[in-house]
């Protein structure tokens, strides 16, 4: 059993270095967008009319400085809107945009209480969008998060983007904002690599991957593809799903803004149970998922993991020590250029200490983001 264990650890172990390998190869072949810094100082002669969706439950200590961040923009004010839809909050989410939208017209506010009833739908999120996009003036749709906080330059960047480059989909990064305590560092190096790994990735080519707190995608390529219609069942994924529909229809016509200052910061979750229930949120839609790369590389990553507790449980800890330093060498082999884009270098000294935390919740998100519902901003999901 030992040996038959050793075998498929060491499969396991190579498959993942070799993917990991790939994934540095490709984040190193990324270059900053060369934006025109002309236009930083200078109105476009025709600037991209954007609008900004942002859905937001319960975001009554975000919502304000999120909406402040983007009516500070250095782009023209009348060549973008902010619609935000209030998904059923709880809170004073809707009377803080409200007065916004008093003090400054280019906010809106959408209830999404005016167009279904709270179990009328499953994918609360992916319904705030659809009506968000319906209503929107702009064809180009940017969303973001309410818990986030953009750059000066985040549209301007965008607008420069599709004007060189003609897509209909743009992902582009996000990063947590830096705090104090083991928890905000802890997530800071793992959100790292899923944020490396999706611009290695995007900017190859090889899988649908973004993320909802930033990304860029055309109105009427949204239109196109129907919108969410296929997955307007799965509770999360409005952002990938998305892609890949447009991926697979629209001539993959898809990018990456690769740009510091295109990074849109957003809060790590405060406590324990809610980042992990962020991440069975997260993992609870891969099942789902039609782009079977990003299907086979999880189904690795899960694996190699539950790998370390079954030879912990078996008292092989020789072949276990082996396993966690490749595993350990080769993250870091490849988070190295990633921290370096994200300035967070000095955060990899910390990497090796956080390994049995990230074996274990790796574990235990994926087993139950495929089995058990969970609780999200005060609401039951399946």
């Keep these: 059993m030992h040996?038959?264990?050793?075998?498929?650890?060491?499969i396991l172990t190579i498959l993942y270095a070799v993917l990991l390998m790939a994934y540095r190869y490709w984040f190193g072949r990324l270059h900053y967008f060369k934006?025109?810094?002309?236009?930083?100082?200078?109105?476009?002669?025709?600037?991209?009319?954007?609008?900004?969706?942002?859905?937001?439950r319960n975001e009554a200590a975000n919502i304000k400085n999120c909406v402040d961040s983007i009516l500070a923009q250095n782009y023209p004010t009348d060549f973008f809107e902010i619609i935000v839809i209030d998904d059923f909050s709880e809170d004073d989410?809707?009377?803080?945009?409200?007065?916004?939208?008093?003090?400054?017209?280019h906010v809106h506010l959408l209830s999404l209480a005016d167009y279904f009833k709270p179990d009328e739908i499953s994918?609360?999120?992916?319904k705030a969008i659809e009506k968000a996009v319906m209503q929107a003036k702009g064809n180009w749709i940017v969303t973001t998060d309410a818990d986030c906080i953009a750059p000066?330059?985040?549209?301007?960047?965008?607008h420069q983007y599709i004007e060189k480059h003609q897509p209909v989909f743009v992902a582009a990064p996000v990063m947590f904002i830096k705090e104090t305590g083991v928890l905000n560092q802890f997530q800071l190096l793992d959100f790292l690599a899923l944020q490396g790994i999706t611009a290695a990735a995007v900017g190859a080519g090889k899988h649908s991957m973004s993320n909802g707190a930033n990304l860029a995608f055309e109105k009427s390529a949204f239109i196109a593809v129907g919108g969410y219609q296929g997955v307007d069942h799965i509770a999360s994924g409005d952002d990938m799903f998305l892609m890949h529909k447009m991926k697979m229809t629209l001539s993959n016509r898809i990018g990456y803004l690769f740009h510091p200052d295109a990074i849109v910061l957003t809060k790590a979750m405060q406590d324990w149970k809610s980042f992990l229930m962020q991440r069975i949120r997260w993992s609870s839609k891969a099942r789902f998922y039609d782009d079977r790369?990003?299907?086979w590389?999880?189904?690795?990553?899960?694996?190699?993991?539950?790998?370390?507790?079954a030879m912990l449980f078996m008292g092989h800890f020789g072949s276990l020590l082996i396993a966690l330093a490749f595993k350990t060498f080769f993250e870091v082999f490849f988070l190295d250029p990633v921290a370096k884009f994200y300035h967070l270098h000095s955060q990899l000294r910390y990497f090796v200490l956080?390994?049995?935390?990230?074996i274990a919740y790796t574990i235990l998100a994926g087993f139950f983001g495929q089995v058990k519902t969970y609780t999200w901003k005060g609401r039951r999901v399946k």
Excluded at 4 to 10: K, P, R, S, T, Y
Excluded at 36 to 56: G, H
Excluded at 354 to 358: D, G, R, T
């Design 123 to 126: 994918s609360f999120k992916k």
């Design 93 to 105: 989410t809707a009377l803080i945009v409200k007065n916004l939208q008093e003090q400054d017209a």
């Design 3 to 10: 040996t038959l264990l050793d075998w498929i650890v060491a």
């Design 354 to 358: 956080y390994q049995p935390l990230h």
């Design 35 to 56: 934006k025109d810094s002309n236009l930083i100082k200078e109105i476009p002669i025709q600037p991209t009319y954007f609008s900004v969706v942002i859905p937001a």
């Design 297 to 309: 590389v999880l189904l690795l990553v899960y694996l190699f993991n539950l790998s370390f507790l």
């Design 152 to 158: 000066a330059n985040w549209l301007l960047l965008f």
């Design 293 to 295: 790369s990003i299907f």
